[in-house]
């Protein structure tokens, strides 16, 4: 984790100065985004809380979405992560949310997506999304990468 310190130090430092707030919604990086943001000394005055999801069912329970909103998304695309996010976001009303969904190996995803896919939004006063392909199936080194890659695009947006 100690490679995410500095991204997540930088977007700290530019939410706390400038007074707002981040959500995060994660699967396969499975919680690296939100340990990473809250290993900033004071944390909490822009950290408002986030979770990690795996299945459907604590995805829809976790943050109120219904089967109609995924009836035309197929699972690791940009516009999932993008409704993750806005879900995230809207559940706790913040400035910024971050949301990352993709398969860690070492197999691929049931959508058929290879190992090392993830989709990654963020959405606040501008919102963007990318897709990471790692090529690789270490399930670790992708959870960091996925981690690390979602990072980089929030703090692409503020700073």
Do not use: H
């Not at 984790?1 to 007074?19: D, F, H, S, T, Y």
């Not at 910024?96 to 070492?106: D, F, K, L, N, Y």
């Not at 990318?130 to 399930?139: A, E, F, G, L, M």
Request: charged residues 20%.
């Amino acid at each position: 984790m100690q490679i995410l310190l500095p991204a997540a130090e930088k977007v700290g430092e530019a939410l706390k100065r400038r007074g707002e707030t981040v959500a995060v919604a994660e699967s396969s990086s499975g919680g690296l985004i939100a340990a990473s943001l809250l290993s900033v000394p004071g944390a909490s005055a822009y950290f408002i809380g986030g979770t990690v999801f795996y299945t459907r069912k604590s995805l829809k329970e976790l943050l109120a979405l219904g089967d109609d909103q995924f009836a035309q998304m197929r699972g690791l695309t940009e516009s999932t992560a993008t409704l993750l996010a806005n879900a995230i976001r809207e559940r706790l009303s913040t400035t910024w949310a971050v949301a990352e969904i993709g398969a860690s190996g070492p197999t691929g995803s049931r959508y058929g997506d290879p190992a090392g896919t993830s989709c990654i939004a963020v959405v606040g006063p501008q919102n963007r999304a990318r897709s990471v392909k790692t090529n690789q199936s270490d399930r670790a080194a992708n959870m960091q990468l996925f981690a690390q890659s979602a990072l980089d695009l929030l703090a692409q947006l503020v700073l």
